[in-house]
């Protein structure tokens, strides 16, 4: 089964501080990666995807893809209470499939 | 702007009943996914569908369970007969040309089964 494994957390962070959340995968052959934010009750909301090796940045938000350690991340500078949700790492296997990790949840403190 | 629309946003049946949960995807979009989130767990692939066919399905996705786009907007999600163990949220997807580009979410439908 390939999986995709993310810390549980919780994770605090004082705010104006940078989050740090991390996701790795076992599928080699996966080649989209994403981060999803997710509010208590409430649906996924994408936040950012990576296809290449290297920093991509949006805003305060940069994702990190490290493809030969299987390994993803999602840097929030400036963290803001409003971020405060769980995260969730997502990676295609195969061509129409997303297999989301358990998520990490966040916490940001004023 | 362009979202995915998903009715009812709750839904409670009786254990054994037929439930069909609707989805209207984003206009321009060519595939459409099933996702369903048990609380407190990760969020679980059921279903993708592709130029009116179902083009993956998971292990979750057995014979108590359909698809169909009857129609060019609609897309539903029929669980056959509910068990207990199909409440859950079920999220509607869609995304433009498959797994290289986003998948959008509705806001979802939360079943309960009783």
């Known amino acids: 089964q390939k999986e995709v494994e993310q810390n549980s957390g919780p994770l605090s962070v004082p705010e104006g501080a940078i989050a740090s959340l991390n996701c790795t995968y076992s599928?080699?052959?996966?080649?989209?990666f994403f981060w999803y934010r997710q509010y208590s009750g409430k649906s996924p909301e994408l936040i950012m995807f990576?296809?290449?090796?290297g920093d991509k940045e949006d805003g305060r938000f940069t994702a990190q893809l490290n493809k030969a350690s299987q390994y993803v991340s999602l840097l929030i500078r400036d963290s803001q209470p409003s971020d405060s949700a769980t995260y969730l790492c997502?990676?295609?296997?195969?061509?129409?499939?997303?297999?989301f990790g358990q998520g990490t949840r966040l916490t940001i403190n004023p | 702007e362009p979202e995915v629309t998903q009715t009812p946003s709750h839904q409670v049946t009786q254990m054994g009943q037929e439930v069909i949960l609707r989805c209207v995807p984003i206009?321009?979009?060519?595939?459409f996914y099933w996702y369903r989130q048990i609380l407190g767990q990760k969020v679980e692939f059921l279903v993708s569908?592709?130029?009116?066919?179902?083009?993956?399905k998971s292990e979750i996705f057995d014979d108590q369970f359909s698809v169909e786009r009857p129609d060019g907007s609609n897309f539903t999600l029929k669980i056959r007969s509910t068990k207990l163990e199909d409440s859950a949220m079920y999220f509607c997807?869609?995304?433009?040309?498959?797994?290289?580009?986003?998948?959008?979410f509705g806001q979802g439908t939360r079943l309960t089964v009783v």
């Open positions: 997807a869609s995304s433009a040309t498959g797994w290289d580009t986003e998948a959008f």
């Open positions: 599928d080699r052959g996966s080649q989209s």
């Open positions: 990576i296809y290449s090796n």
């Open positions: 997502a990676v295609n296997q195969g061509a129409q499939k997303l297999v």
């Open positions: 206009s321009n979009h060519l595939y």
């Open positions: 569908f592709y130029n009116n066919e179902i083009s993956e």
